[in-house]
C-alpha cells in the first residue's frame, strides 16, 4: 500500500506588518528609470521663457528644453454674418430724418447758388444778351428775374424738398417691407465682418 501525500498547506494572506507584502508591493512597483517626473513650477516656467526668447535652457535633469518655432503674425478675424430682417419702423424714421436733412441742404445750396449767380451780374447779361437779339420795344422791360428769380426759385425747391421728404420717407419704407419679404425667402443678405490689427 501506498501512502498518500498530504496536499499542500493554502497559502495564507500576508499580514499587512509583514515581509511578504512589501516584497509583493515592491514588485509591483515599476522601476524608477521608468517613472515620469515632472518638473517643478520654477523649471517649467523658465523652459517656456527660453523657448519664448528662442534661447535653451536646462530643465532639472540637465536636458535642454525644447525651443518653439517663431509664430507667425495671425490675420484679423473674421465674421460673417447674415442680415436677415430689418424694422420698417426704424427704417421710416432714419430715412425721415435723412430726407429732411437733404431737403434743407437742397435749398440752401439753391438759395446760394443764386445769390452768387445775381453777385456775379449773369442775369443782367442774360437781360442785355435778349434785348440785342429781339431788339424790340417789348424787350426794353424784359427780365429775367421775373421767370428765374432767387425768390421763386428758392420758394419752388422748398415745395420740392417737401414733395422730396415724403416720397423718401415712403420708399425706403417699402423698400424694408420687400427686403423682409425676400430674406425670408433666400437668407438675406451675407457680410463679413474683420476686425482691426
Same mark, same amino acid.
Do not use: C, H
Given at each position: ?11 495564507? +494572506? ?14 509591483? =512597483? ?7 517626473? =515632472?518638473?517643478?513650477? *520654477? ?7 527660453? *523657448? ?58 439753391? *438759395? ?7 453777385? +456775379? ?18 424787350? +426794353?422791360?424784359?427780365?429775367?428775374? %421775373?421767370?428765374?428769380?432767387?425768390? =421763386? ?40 465682418? *474683420?476686425? %482691426?490689427?
Amino acid at each position: 500500500m501506498t501512502e498518500r501525500s498530504a496536499p499542500p498547506p493554502p497559502p495564507q +494572506a500576508p499580514t499587512p506588518g509583514s515581509s511578504d507584502t512589501r516584497t509583493a508591493t515592491s514588485q509591483d =512597483r515599476a522601476p524608477d528609470d521608468a517613472t515620469a517626473v =515632472r518638473p517643478g513650477f *520654477a523649471e517649467r516656467l523658465q523652459a517656456k521663457l527660453a *523657448a519664448g526668447l528662442g534661447s535653451t535652457s536646462n530643465d532639472s535633469d540637465g536636458s535642454p528644453a525644447a525651443v518653439s518655432a517663431p509664430r507667425k503674425p495671425r490675420g484679423p478675424r473674421r465674421a460673417r454674418l447674415r442680415l436677415t430682417r430689418v424694422d420698417p419702423w426704424s427704417v421710416m424714421k432714419t430715412s425721415f430724418l435723412l430726407s429732411i436733412a437733404f431737403g434743407i441742404v437742397t435749398v440752401v445750396a439753391v *438759395a446760394m447758388i443764386w445769390n452768387v449767380l445775381d453777385s +456775379a451780374g449773369v442775369f443782367d447779361s442774360v437781360n442785355q444778351t435778349v434785348r440785342d437779339v429781339v431788339d424790340d420795344q417789348s424787350t +426794353a422791360t424784359f427780365d429775367v428775374r %421775373d421767370y428765374v428769380g432767387t425768390d =421763386r426759385v428758392v420758394g419752388f425747391t422748398m415745395l420740392v424738398a417737401a414733395v422730396d421728404v415724403v416720397l423718401l420717407t415712403a420708399i425706403a419704407t417699402l423698400g424694408a417691407f420687400l427686403y423682409n419679404m425676400s430674406a425670408a425667402l433666400l437668407g438675406g443678405v451675407e457680410v463679413t465682418l *474683420a476686425e %482691426d490689427n
